[in-house]
């Protein structure tokens, strides 16, 4: 080691640089294998990723005619929702938020995961309604200790009425 000085160093600096990144791509895989098994039959819930039309890549969004699809051509396929993800701005009371995330389910979700509806009814879930659901945290976060039922809040010039807090 006294010989080979340089040497050395480079091999203990590679060999910590391999370790890192070995520690790290395991941390990686552990995080994605258990992402979702929160959820009951967490072993049973499969993710379909689409070609992104707009990007380079796989989108896992879908369509409910996918949905559909897969339910009526494969036996095997228990159930299926569709679920669409976007980032907004939205304003509640003329105060802007941006950034925040929305997501579109139909109501096969709620059969797939551990969703639940802690207040209010069904009526979200509607095609064509202006109602939408939001969390507690959401709801808090917006609106404080008020009752968030009933107010609305403006996401893309379109004014939504809270009929659902969900867990």
Not at 112 to 133: Q, T, Y
Request: proline fraction near 2%; glycine fraction near 4%.
């Amino acid at each position: 080691m006294r010989k080979y000085k340089n040497q050395t160093l480079i091999s203990v600096i590679v060999l910590a640089v391999g370790f890192t990144c070995f520690a790290l791509a395991m941390l990686w895989i552990r995080y994605e294998m258990t992402f979702d098994s929160f959820h009951k039959n967490a072993g049973q819930i499969y993710v379909v990723y689409t070609p992104n039309a707009s990007q380079v890549g796989y989108s896992r969004q879908s369509r409910r005619a996918l949905a559909a699809h897969l339910k009526t051509t494969f036996p095997e396929v228990a159930n299926a929702t569709q679920i669409s993800s976007a980032t907004r701005t939205i304003t509640v009371n003329g105060v802007e938020y941006p950034s925040v995330s929305i997501i579109s389910v139909d109501s096969v979700f709620f059969e797939m995961f551990d969703v639940k509806i802690l207040e209010g009814s069904h009526e979200f879930l509607i095609s064509g309604s202006r109602k939408i659901a939001i969390t507690r945290e959401k709801a808090i976060q917006l609106f404080g200790n008020e009752h968030p039922i009933g107010k609305t809040i403006i996401v893309n010039n379109n004014e939504l009425t809270i009929s659902t807090i969900v867990t």
